[in-house]
């Protein structure tokens, strides 16, 4: 059999060493001593080759306007949504689609082959932020599959206007439907009427939920109960839920079973709930991120993803996902091998069986959608944060990153 690409000495996330043979654009093959015969040969000496990485939750809409945004002036409130808000009405589709390309190249050139993207609708925007990152889908498919959430981040019952622009994104591509319930008058109905919505466009959901310091009240206990009652596990996700972080353990642990049973994920968002939480006190800072490890450990599917990058919610960032996990892995002490490599699949396979994506990995028929990392293993590429040198989309080469060389004197 004659290979298009193969990559050579390679070592996969297992610890098994093979070569990786790939042919119209699917893996063919995997073992020792592949033919090599007219194949474009990847040389990866012994370095980790992972399917590629998974962004479960980022904002390509709102991406790169922390220029445009007044500057922060206290420390609680934040007041992110609001600095986020009042420059909404500057948005144009060219601008959010120049914007969302600059973010978007970014997180490919980091080893991200599929993403959702949320997406926020409501008069101010109307649907120019949805229609700014929908036109990146078809544009850049040879590198990134991407789904779009909409979502009513201001608001959707007591902002009216907002269910109109949402259904008409549903009809016009969006293939899933988020959650904000915050920031509505009454959390609980914005909650059931996307459930409702959700079954009847038949499209999963992923919703901002439980931010905030104090677990006297989790909106999630009710997503758990609607996702039962709508027959919707394994197509519902939960980011931030930083509620989570102050809970006692054995409260958390019967909060991690109902979560199990219902078939609801988590996705911790380290770099945005780190730099807004905790913003009410003035000393012993609370870390503000959920322990997806543990929660892990007691059947809840887990990720980690970047959420806003270059915004009033996030001023930091540059979508390097393996950034994230070693972030996410410094802030919630869990930095041992098995932890790390349990982390590892939070932007991998726990990512990809998130987004129902049951042709993900590295095996035989499926696409060839693959990182080489300047590593030898998941867990040193976590601790030391290491820098992807090649990405392939369905077996054609996406990026190219040189390794460093050092120039020693003769």
């Known amino acids: 059999m004659g290979f298009d690409l193969l990559l050579r000495d390679a070592r996969l996330p297992d610890g098994m060493a093979a070569d990786i043979g790939v042919k119209g654009g ?15 040969i990847e040389d990866c000496f012994g370095r980790l080759v992972s399917p590629g990485f998974v962004e479960t939750h980022i904002h390509l809409d709102k991406t790169c306007t922390i220029d445009r945004c007044p500057c922060e002036t206290q420390r609680f409130p934040h007041g992110a949504m609001q600095r986020v808000s009042d420059i909404k009405h500057t948005f144009t589709v060219e ?17 991200t082959t599929l993403m959702r993207t949320h997406a926020e609708v409501d008069p101010k925007v109307g649907l120019r932020g949805f229609e700014g990152v929908k036109a990146l889908v078809e544009a850049y498919k040879w590198a990134i599959d991407i789904e779009i959430c909409v979502m009513p981040q201001e ?25 904000a319930p915050t920031y509505d008058a009454d959390p609980s109905a914005q909650l059931r009427r996307i459930f409702e919505l959700a079954r009847e466009f038949d499209v999963d959901i992923d919703m901002h939920v439980d931010s905030g310091a104090s677990a006297q009240h989790l909106d999630t206990r009710l997503v758990c ?45 380290p ?21 997806a490890n543990r929660l892990h ?22 979508g390097q996902l393996i950034r994230q996990a070693n972030l996410y892995a410094n802030v919630i002490q869990h930095a041992m091998p ?36 300047d590593a030898a293993d998941p867990v040193a590429a976590i601790r030391e944060i290491a820098p992807v040198l090649a990405g392939f989309k369905r077996g054609r ?11 020693r004197p003769k």
Not at 297 to 318: E, H, K, M, Y
Request: hydrophobic letters at 40%; glycine letters at 10%.
């Open 26 to 40: 699917l893996i063919a093959a995997i073992g020792p001593g592949l033919p090599t015969e007219g194949a474009e």
């Open 95 to 111: 601008d959010v689609t120049s914007r969302a390309r600059r973010t978007l190249e970014k997180c490919i050139s980091h080893g």
């Open 155 to 179: 608001g959707m019952l007591n902002n009216p206007g907002t269910e109109a622009l949402m259904v008409a994104a549903l009809r016009n591509g969006a293939r899933v439907i988020g959650a």
């Open 225 to 269: 109960e609607l996702t039962e009652k709508y027959g919707w596990g394994g197509r519902v996700a939960c980011g931030h839920l930083t509620k989570l972080s102050v809970m006692p353990l054995p409260d958390l642990d019967e909060m991690a079973k109902r979560m199990a049973d219902a078939g609801v994920a988590l996705t911790v968002l």
């Open 271 to 291: 770099s945005t709930d780190l730099y807004l939480g905790g913003r009410e006190r003035d000393h012993r800072v609370e870390r503000s991120l959920a322990d």
């Open 297 to 318: 450990r007691q059947g809840v599917l887990c990720s980690i993803s970047s959420n806003n990058i270059l915004n009033a919610f996030t001023p930091l960032g540059d």
């Open 338 to 373: 098995g932890d790390l490599r349990d982390t590892w699949q939070f932007f991998t396979t726990n990512s990809a069986k998130l987004m129902r994506r049951r042709d993900y990995g590295i095996a035989v028929g499926n696409p060839a959608d693959l990182a080489v990392i």
């Open 397 to 407: 080469r996406s990026f190219t990153r040189a390794p460093v060389v050092l120039h």
